[in-house]
């Protein structure tokens, strides 16, 4: 008889053991797999454009200064930079990108200088200050250039700092 009752206390313990295994894989699986899956962004691919697709325009003649916002008014802080503009040689709906840019290029020169006359001698010396700028000129460029287009491309592809001087 003994061996009867600890066959099935046995067999109890087991039934146990599975069934809370099962609820517990089921946990992790549906709940923890679940928020994972919902905090994660799906990836971004980067695409690379191939040079052919990329055309070039340099925005200023040569190096230009710009003064920055002063936190100090007896100094005067400066930003000397020569701004090229990496755009897309073709973008639907747009017939031509290149009139396009250079229709607008002083408005393009404005929001260059608008920008830098924004910041501070602190926020110019940031180790990511050149990159910070080249996305937030971008994105303003695009917002103007896209103003009166019915397109979802970008024009603008990057902005490049051929020099980047402060003082």
């Known amino acids: 008889?003994?061996?009867?009752?600890?066959f099935f206390v046995l067999i109890g313990i087991v039934a146990f053991l599975s069934?809370?295994?099962?609820l517990l894989a089921g946990y992790i699986f549906f709940v923890q797999g679940g928020q994972d899956g919902a905090q994660k962004s799906p990836d971004k691919a980067v695409v690379t454009p191939k040079d052919k697709d990329l055309m070039k325009i340099k925005l200023f003649d040569e190096k230009t200064?710009?003064?920055l916002k002063s936190t100090d008014p007896k100094k005067i802080s400066v930003?000397?930079?020569n701004v090229e503009v990496s755009y897309?040689?073709?973008?639907?709906?747009?017939?031509?990108?290149?009139?396009?840019i250079e229709a607008n290029k002083s408005k393009l020169q404005e929001i260059v200088g608008t920008y830098f006359q924004s910041l501070t001698l602190e926020d110019v010396m940031k180790?990511?200050?050149?990159?910070?700028?080249r996305e937030e000129l971008t994105k303003m460029m695009n917002d103007q250039l896209l103003a009166n287009e019915n397109t979802n491309s970008d024009i603008v592809y990057t902005v490049v700092f051929d020099q980047w001087f402060y003082q």
């Open 88 to 100: 897309f040689a073709k973008v639907k709906k747009i017939s031509d990108t290149t009139a396009k």
């Open 65 to 67: 200064p710009f003064n």
């Open 1 to 6: 008889m003994e061996r009867k009752s600890s």
């Open 19 to 22: 069934l809370a295994l099962a």
């Open 79 to 81: 930003i000397v930079v």
């Open 127 to 133: 180790s990511d200050a050149k990159e910070r700028a």
